[in-house]
């Protein structure tokens, strides 16, 4: 929270991440979460049906932003 606080003023901070520990986090900072299919997560469906968006591969990014 700090970081955002800090480093992210008026922007909207997404979380990127691959395990369910990224998602966990996300989840308790109340941010946005997407999942990168591409990463080293190995519970691939719990994940993803908890995501808010799901990135098949790293170009998959600026969906994001768009």
Known sequence: ???IETFAKNR???FIGDSIID???????R???YFAEYGYGNDIETISSQ???T????????QIFS
């Open 1 to 3: 929270r700090y970081i």
């Open 12 to 14: 909207r901070p997404v």
């Open 23 to 29: 998602l966990k986090t996300a989840r308790n900072t």
């Open 31 to 33: 941010i946005p979460f």
């Open 51 to 53: 995501a808010d968006g």
């Open 55 to 62: 990135l098949k591969q790293f170009s998959d990014f600026s």
